[in-house]
């Protein structure tokens, strides 16, 4: 069974300083690893999706990085504002079935 | 529509109510999904749909859940005779193209159901 670990479970960083979100899981045999933000009383909103074959996506100030043999993925955020105060989740999709595996989350504050 | 949307938002109920949760996904995705999320915890698969059919049922916590889906639109997750442990946030994904291996789908996500159990 696919275990996903994020690290850490919470955050507080002061506007800008850069943000490092970790993400760990224990079978390799990934199809794809997602990464999606949370906001209170709304759905998943997805940020990034690495597929297996990959290193790393960016998309404006997140770029994740994918390591599969190590079974680790890390969320860098740049010049982090007050509006990326949100749970950030990481999701891994088996290449045997089609659930998704999520970690617990990393709560982000931004303060400003 | 424009995203996935759930109902109601909110449900608090008493333990050994019936309760039913609605998903509506975005028009034209063929596969349902539904998740529960305990506070502090991560998301836990329940049920996969493909049209209206569920090949896997086995996330489902117990017989007292049950799902379905009619029209390959709306689904139904139902609880009967809830429990205490049965609170959590009901959150429903749909994704355009089936997730066998090889598809690049992305599953959107509704707002959720939270759900509490007195």
């Given at each position: 069974?696919?275990?996903?670990?994020?690290?850490?479970?919470?955050?507080?960083?002061?506007?800008?300083?850069?943000?490092?979100?970790?993400?760990?899981?224990?079978?390799?045999?990934?199809?794809?690893?997602?990464?999606?933000?949370?906001?209170?009383?709304?759905?998943?909103?997805?940020?990034?999706?690495?597929?297996?074959?990959?290193?790393?996506?960016?998309?404006?100030?997140?770029?994740?990085?994918?390591?599969?043999?190590?079974?680790?993925s890390?969320?860098?955020?740049?010049?982090?504002?007050?509006?990326?105060?949100?749970?950030?989740?990481?999701?891994?999709?088996?290449?045997?079935?089609?659930?998704?595996?999520?970690?617990?989350?990393?709560?982000?504050?931004v303060?400003? | 529509?424009?995203?996935?949307?759930?109902?109601?938002?909110?449900?608090?109920?008493?333990?050994?109510?019936?309760?039913?949760?609605?998903?509506?996904?975005?028009?034209?995705?063929?596969?349902?999904?539904?998740?529960?999320?305990?506070?502090?915890?991560?998301l836990?698969?329940?049920?996969?749909?493909?049209?209206?059919?569920?090949?896997?049922?086995?996330?489902?916590?117990?017989?007292?859940?049950?799902?379905e889906?009619?029209?390959?639109?709306?689904?139904?997750?139902?609880?009967?005779?809830?429990?205490?442990?049965?609170?959590?946030?009901?959150?429903?994904?749909?994704?355009?193209?089936?997730?066998?291996?090889?598809?690049?789908?992305?599953?959107?996500?509704?707002?959720?159901?939270?759900?509490?159990?007195?």
């Amino acid at each position: 069974k696919q275990e996903v670990t994020q690290i850490p479970a919470a955050l507080s960083v002061p506007e800008g300083e850069n943000l490092v979100l970790n993400c760990s899981f224990t079978d390799s045999a990934i199809y794809n690893l997602q990464w999606f933000r949370q906001d209170p009383g709304k759905g998943l909103t997805s940020l990034l999706l690495i597929q297996s074959s990959q290193r790393e996506q960016t998309s404006g100030r997140l770029n994740a990085s994918l390591d599969k043999s190590s079974g680790r993925s890390t969320l860098y955020i740049a010049a982090s504002q007050p509006g990326d105060s949100a749970t950030y989740l990481c999701a891994v999709k088996s290449q045997h079935d089609y659930k998704l595996s999520f970690g617990a989350g990393t709560t982000v504050t931004v303060r400003a | 529509g424009a995203g996935v949307s759930q109902s109601p938002s909110n449900k608090v109920t008493e333990k050994g109510k019936d309760v039913e949760l609605r998903c509506d996904p975005i028009s034209g995705h063929t596969a349902l999904y539904w998740y529960r999320q305990r506070l502090g915890q991560g998301l836990e698969f329940l049920i996969y749909f493909q049209g209206n059919s569920a090949p896997d049922k086995s996330g489902l916590p117990s017989d007292r859940f049950s799902a379905e889906r009619t029209g390959e639109s709306v689904s139904t997750l139902t609880i009967q005779r809830t429990q205490q442990e049965d609170s959590a946030v009901y959150l429903c994904a749909s994704s355009f193209l089936a997730p066998a291996s090889g598809s690049t789908d992305t599953q959107y996500f509704g707002p959720g159901t939270r759900l509490t159990v007195l």
